[in-house]
């Protein structure tokens, strides 16, 4: 399933043209098929389609789904102005874009993926020296494209 799952989530976004939906879809769909796993003979991904067409129908059918809460007056909520972390999560990304592809992987796997330098290493064919380095250097060259702030809150 982890081989298919670009492809099975394709499908929960186009039932449910809605990328959060999506991801609760394909979710219920595989824990409905892991609680059947021994009975299902053949392909398992055509099972787990048709699992998720059923509990889409279902969600389509339930009286339910769709429907507004109607309330007297809105709930009086603050709601906490976030343009800033967008604006710089948006920086952060471009500024990565632009970091050389070993760079780039570097930064990934050690800190997105959170690998040891070792498995980076192994990872990408290099030593532990050039993995440090590689992540020094990615490090120095995103502080001069989006300043040192940023660097430290992400």
């Given at each position: 399933m982890a081989s298919r799952s670009d492809s099975l989530i394709r499908?929960?976004?186009v039932l449910?043209?809605?990328?959060?939906?999506?991801?609760?879809?394909?979710?219920?769909?595989?824990?409905?098929?892991?609680?059947h796993w021994r009975r299902i003979r053949g392909n398992p991904e055509a099972y787990v389609r048709k699992v998720m067409y059923?509990?889409?129908v279902g969600r389509w059918r339930s009286p339910r789904w769709g429907r507004e809460r109607v309330v007297h007056a809105?709930?009086?909520?603050?709601?906490?102005?976030r343009t800033r972390e967008v604006e710089d999560?948006?920086?952060l990304r471009q500024a990565l874009?632009?970091?050389p592809v070993r760079k780039r992987a570097v930064l990934v796997l050690r800190y997105y993926?959170?690998?040891p330098e070792s498995e980076v290493a192994k990872i990408m064919g290099c030593s532990v020296g050039t993995v440090r380095s590689?992540?020094?250097?990615?490090?120095?060259?995103l502080r001069e494209l989006v300043g040192e702030h940023l660097i430290l809150e992400a």
């Open positions: 499908l929960a976004y449910t043209n809605d990328q959060h939906a999506a991801e609760d879809l394909l979710q219920t769909a595989l824990m409905k098929t892991a609680g059923h509990e889409q809105p709930p009086e909520q603050l709601v906490e102005d999560r948006l920086t874009r632009a970091l993926e959170d690998l590689q992540t020094h250097q990615a490090v120095a060259r």
